[in-house]
Antibody, heavy 121, light 111 residues
Framework: EVQLLESGGDFVQPGESLRLSCAASGFTFSNYVMNWVRQAPGKGLEWVATISSAFHTYYADSVKGRFTISRDNSQNTLFLQMNSLRAEDTALYFC???????????????WGQGTLVTVSS | DIVLTQTPLSSPVTLGQPASISCRSSQSLIHTDGNTYLSWFQQRPGQPPRLLIYKISNRFSGVPDRFSGSGAGTEFTLTINRVEAEDVGVYYCMHTARMYRSFGQGTKLEI
């Protein structure tokens, strides 16, 4: 059974940093594209970042230069390092894996429950 | 950047009746591999998103066959054949045609 468990969310002040983790199990983590998606309170979904199985990384303009997505395949864990946090980064942060498989299908199929980040002074 | 525009943003529906949601893309969603990567998600209150449809019309595992996807190029549609009470929630389209991905604004389906 695929499981994704996010952690690391917290209440921080503007300008501070935070590192989110996503522990994966139930699939061969190293073979899959992984994503971070966030949802501000009462708002829609916003794609944040994606990392391929070859460690290529991609970011939304809103977080480029401040956030870093990474993965540790030996620990089956996805990370999101968030620096210079702003009030507008307040959101529930989800990690999600892509379908992948033989066809290499690109779409997030399994999602974690999310971890809450609150940025406020 | 690719912008996805969903209509309507809110849709009152009647149980047992069909419902449809449109998603228009600002650019073609054809990937370099020839596939069109447009997906649909359902999000119930307090839950993470659930993948319903991928590559325009492929139902994900366990998704009831009353959900279907269609479209091509830049115009896509999610159709629910006969709405059931459990279908209440917010529906999002998403493109993964480029590695810089994006979601539509969401459509709230309410009975």
């Amino acid at each position: 059974e695929v499981q994704l468990l996010e952690s690391g969310g917290d209440f921080v002040q503007p300008g501070e940093s935070l590192r989110l983790s996503c522990a994966a199990s139930g699939f061969t983590f190293s073979n899959y594209v992984m994503n971070w998606v966030r949802q501000a309170p009462g708002k829609g979904l916003e794609w944040v970042a994606t990392i391929s199985s070859a460690f290529h990384t991609y970011y939304a303009d809103s977080v480029k230069g401040r956030f870093t997505i990474s993965r540790d395949n030996s620990q089956n864990t996805l990370f999101l390092q968030m620096n210079s946090l702003r009030a507008e980064d307040t959101a529930l942060y989800f990690c999600a894996k892509d379908i992948g498989g033989p066809a290499g299908d690109l779409a997030p199929d399994y999602w974690g429950q999310g971890t809450l980040v609150t940025v406020s002074s | 950047d690719i912008v996805l525009t969903q209509t309507p943003l809110s849709s009152p529906v009647t149980l047992g009746q069909p419902a449809s949601i449109s998603c228009r893309s600002s650019q073609s969603l054809i990937h370099t591999d020839g596939n069109t990567y447009l997906s649909w998600f359902q999000q119930r209150p307090g839950q993470p998103p659930r993948l319903l449809i991928y590559k325009i019309s492929n139902r994900f595992s366990g998704v009831p066959d009353r959900f279907s996807g269609s479209g091509a190029g830049t115009e896509f549609t999610l159709t629910i054949n006969r709405v059931e009470a459990e279908d209440v929630g917010v529906y999002y389209c998403m493109h993964t045609a480029r590695m810089y991905r994006s979601f539509g604004q969401g459509t709230k389906l309410e009975i």
